[in-house]
């Protein structure tokens, strides 16, 4: 057993209050597993407006708040389709689902299943089939194979796609996993419940709550079997997270600093290329040390021990040439990924870490832990670390809002490209779903928060809409209207308020226009921080640091709405509700220009996008000029001046080039050149670019 020094006791004090500082608090954990819930309830609640009965789930260091900014960690995301049903045994099956039975025989791997298919009518197996997702055995079993959903992401992604393990993805920081669930759990991981008796962790409300979870089955076969295609690995994930949320903050502290020294150490020594070892393997060094270690070993002032432990526990694995899973019986979690003489160096590695009693943690670099071990002031507890922790908080309230975006664009695009009922309609009809989900009893706060955000989004669509209508035909407003305006005002700072400024605009109410668009610029402060959700990152993507502290103070929903500024969006069917300038925005495409859109650019380029100050400036600008107020007038333009031509400014843009052509229509009629600033444009975009209208237009107009 390791000798314990007795300057583990201070440092172990300073870790902790160094950790404080990089973001592993309890506050900043929080704020973390509090923000993955919302976007988990995001992408339910935007599967059900588009009648797909899916589950999201959020898993790994994001979602649990195991991670720092210095550790990079990605993001992982679990999908399944609740209309396929796995069944365990016979009992399982159910009629008019897809069924598919878990099977093993004696070649099967541990923790691999094979599914077989069973007809949706009668508890009988598929006999035959010729499709190329399934694959027939020599005694006539169809079983579905694992390349079925490999072989379609990478269709959809092209180049983009990358697998890794049973992740398919189109961009490296997230890794995206389609599952299936299994409500009964399989023998080898019910043996786990009986082990656990006798432990000092988990507790046993823990385990109890572990029963209902199920499991989940992961496309990825056992790598070198004779049926890898179509294999498929069960996986623990939610009974892992119902573990992973019982941790308190000194055994939080714990992993993420095994995943530092992991990330920064273990790699040197790893020589082989096909060989790694994961964070996964730390996490469950931890389980283990957590269930043989007394729970009064687990405090503060012994942090650095408890690090060793797992260490010891790590060590055991290598020198013994296997690690077993903590939850599933029979598992080798190196096998396949961790060679026997990678093992045998890893081991003196970390033999050496513990016989050196842990100077290690003094060249630890990511978040500069190491640095701050050695010149952390001897009252640690007077220690700063708003600056990080509000770098944090500001992030993910900016990431939060930006998932909400893209959910509500998506809505939006499968609404203006459903042929079978107008827009109108469509907008009548998610309304009443969102309210009819807000109704219903299982509703959580979360989907509360979720459900009231998009119903404002897509009321102040509904109002624009309704509002374009009668002014393109010349009808009166409905009564109701300005109610409908009311209830979206606060979808966030700016972008709804800013869509009835221009509506007041384009009927020549200009007084009205003027007093809203004041409103907005009072509110649109430097602690506002602007969200797209086009998937456009600007040149300069860095957080207003007013908007990072007012966030780490201000956490609910209603607070963090009103620091948000929103890109301002119309639909074709909203353009008598923009500035007739900004129609060509969504009439971009010149040529095949359409055929040189990504799949992103597909979603919103038949909108008019402008990011929300630009646009309030403009709208200033074109409303001082219908009032006659010259000086006004001049003011917005010299200010939208300033963002079309400083750097710094324009670097911030989300979309720059609508931007520099609202610019461009406001030095056309101060008689300035227009045509330098639309070229400018081009030069940030040459497709897809309104620009390419304008300039033809003015050189027809100069004779060019």
Not at 51 to 75: A, K, V
Not at 466 to 484: A, E
Not at 511 to 517: K, P
Not at 636 to 663: C, G, M, S
Request: aromatic share 10%; charged share 20%; net charge neutral.
């Amino acid at each position: 057993m390791f000798r314990v020094p007795t300057f583990f006791l201070h440092l172990s004090e300073l870790l902790y209050h160094v950790l404080e500082y990089v973001g592993v608090n309890a506050w900043v954990v929080e704020r973390r597993r509090h923000t993955f819930r919302h976007r988990e309830t995001m992408e339910d609640v935007k599967d059900r407006l588009a009648g797909d009965d899916l589950t999201t789930f959020h898993f790994g260091s994001q979602s649990e708040g195991t991670t720092t900014p210095g550790l990079q960690s990605d993001t992982d995301m679990l999908y399944t389709n609740n209309d396929f049903n796995i069944m365990y045994t016979w009992a399982d099956w159910q009629q008019g689902k897809k069924n598919y039975l878990m099977v093993r025989d004696e070649d099967t791997p541990p923790q691999h299943y094979m599914l077989q298919w069973i007809r949706s009518d009668v508890p009988r197996p598929v006999t035959y089939t010729d499709y190329a997702d399934y694959v027939t055995d020599s005694q006539g079993r169809v079983f579905y194979s694992n390349m079925a959903i490999v072989n379609g992401c990478a269709a959809a992604w092209g180049d983009a796609h990358l697998r890794r393990g049973p992740s398919n993805s189109p961009n490296k920081d997230y890794d995206f996993v389609s599952a299936f669930h299994c409500k009964t759990l399989p023998p080898e991981i019910m043996i786990w419940f009986t082990k656990m008796q006798h432990g000092f962790w988990p507790s046993r409300e823990t385990l109890q709550a572990a029963q209902t979870c199920g499991c989940f089955l992961v496309p990825v076969g056992h790598h070198g079997s004779r049926n890898e295609n179509i294999q498929w690995r069960i996986t623990p994930n939610l009974i892992e997270r119902l573990l992973m949320l019982s941790l308190n903050m000194v055994q939080i502290k714990c992993l993420v600093v095994l995943k530092i020294i992991k990330k920064q150490e273990f790699v040197k020594y790893i020589q082989c290329q096909n060989c790694k070892i994961s964070t996964f393997h730390f996490k469950t060094a931890l389980f283990f040390t957590l269930n043989r270690t007394h729970p009064t070993v687990w405090t503060a002032c012994r942090l650095v021990e408890c690090i060793v432990r797992c260490l010891e526990t790590i060590l055991q694995f290598l020198d013994e040439g296997g690690c077993p899973h903590f939850i599933v019986d029979g598992v080798d979690l190196f096998d396949g990924k961790l060679c026997r003489r990678c093992q045998l160096s890893l081991a003196r590695a970390v033999r050496e870490m513990i016989q050196d009693d842990m100077h290690v943690l003094f060249h630890l670099q990511s978040d500069n832990l190491g640095q701050q071990l050695m010149t952390l002031p001897h009252e640690v507890r007077s220690f700063p670390r708003d600056d990080v922790n509000a770098g944090i908080c500001g992030k993910l309230a900016k990431d939060m809002f930006k998932m909400y975006l893209k959910s509500v664009r998506h809505i939006l695009e499968r609404l203006c490209n459903n042929e079978s009922a107008d827009v109108y309609t469509g907008l009548n009809n998610e309304i009443n779903i969102l309210e009819s989900l807000a109704a219903n009893a299982s509703t959580t706060q979360y989907h509360t928060h979720v459900i009231k955000f998009i119903l404002k989004y897509i009321t102040s669509v509904k109002a624009s809409v309704i509002s374009s209508s009668c002014i393109q035909t010349g009808q009166p407003f409905p009564r109701d209207i300005w109610m409908l305006y009311g209830e979206s005002l606060t979808t966030d700072v700016a972008s709804s308020k800013l869509k009835l400024a221009s509506m007041h605009y384009c009927r020549g109410e200009f007084m009205r226009a003027a007093s809203v668009l004041n409103e907005v610029e009072f509110e649109l402060d430097d602690s506002v921080q602007p969200v797209c959700g086009c998937s456009i990152i600007p040149f300069d993507d860095k957080l207003s640091k007013a908007f990072c502290e007012y966030t780490i103070h201000n956490n609910t929903h209603e607070q963090l709405t009103n620091k948000i500024a929103f890109c301002v969006r119309f639909l074709r069917e909203e353009k008598f509700c923009a500035p007739q300038f900004l129609w060509c925005e969504m009439y971009r495409a010149v040529g095949d220009d359409v055929d040189h859109r990504n799949d992103n650019e597909r979603v919103w380029m038949d909108s008019a996008v402008v990011d929300a100050r630009p646009f309030l400036l403009y709208l200033q600008y074109l409303t001082y000029r219908g009032l006659g107020m010259r000086h006004k007038q001049l003011e917005a333009f010299h200010r939208l001046d300033d963002i079309a031509n400083l750097r710094d400014k324009l670097n911030q843009l989300y979309h720059v080039e609508p931007v520099l052509n609202l610019y461009g229509h406001c030095c056309e009629l101060e008689g300035q050149d227009a045509l330098y600033v639309y070229n400018r444009s081009l030069r940030f975009r040459p497709r897809n670019n309104a620009a390419n209208w304008h300039r033809r237009r003015l050189e027809g107009m100069l004779g060019i």
